[in-house]
């Protein structure tokens, strides 16, 4: 492997770790970031469930994001199975994926490298994705135990506890939403490591933007702030 094949690859694998340490260090030093104003936001929708007599709509919405999870996993893992095709396709897919235009040329072992990279952080997207179906359905269980609108003294309690359950499943699924992104950025080794290094780079700085800059995250930080008067 080249140096600079090598470089590439230690930036993506620095970018891919450190993106969310990243992320939750920008969010307290410049404030707005999406995946953490929602944690007022998920707390203030179970008071309002709570309230409600009719949770008909809060239990739908919950299965909506179950299903939504469940898509982006099936999704994930014929991606996979497509990407493992080539690495355990022997040397005519080698060849084939070697003679395309916009690849550079590398050995076997270089190609099954960069392959190999792109199925691993597709992977993990679909463990996260997993790891939030289950998830999603803890919390379907706790919206059917919940206490009725009368029990206000059990409220903040079933809120704190719901939030437990909530909170980690939206992040996990937002971690397996990230991977793909990450993985389009591993495909770009197969260009050339350049495009590698560009990829991650760009990656990052449109993730960061959407999460604390975008208009998305301009409009929840002020429906946080409404709830959090509340």
Known sequence: MSPIDLAALAIFVLCWIGYEPLRRSLAKTRGGNINLDMY???????????????????VNLLGHL??????????NLLVIAAAAGVLFGGEAMRSNLQDLEFASSASDWLIELKVGVVIITLSRGLLDF?????QLNYAMALLGAAPDAADKDKHEAFVAAASDVLHPSFSAFNTGVRAYYFALA???WLISPWA???GVLATVAILLRRQMHSQAARGIRAARDLCMKD
């Open 40 to 58: 007022p936001v998920r707390e203030a929708w179970m008071r309002q469930f709570l309230a409600r007599d009719n949770r008909i709509m809060d």
């Open 130 to 134: 997993v790891w939030a179906i289950r």
């Open 196 to 198: 590698m290094v560009l």
């Open 186 to 188: 591993a495909a770009a």
């Open 66 to 75: 179950l299903n939504s999870a469940s898509f982006f996993a099936s999704t």
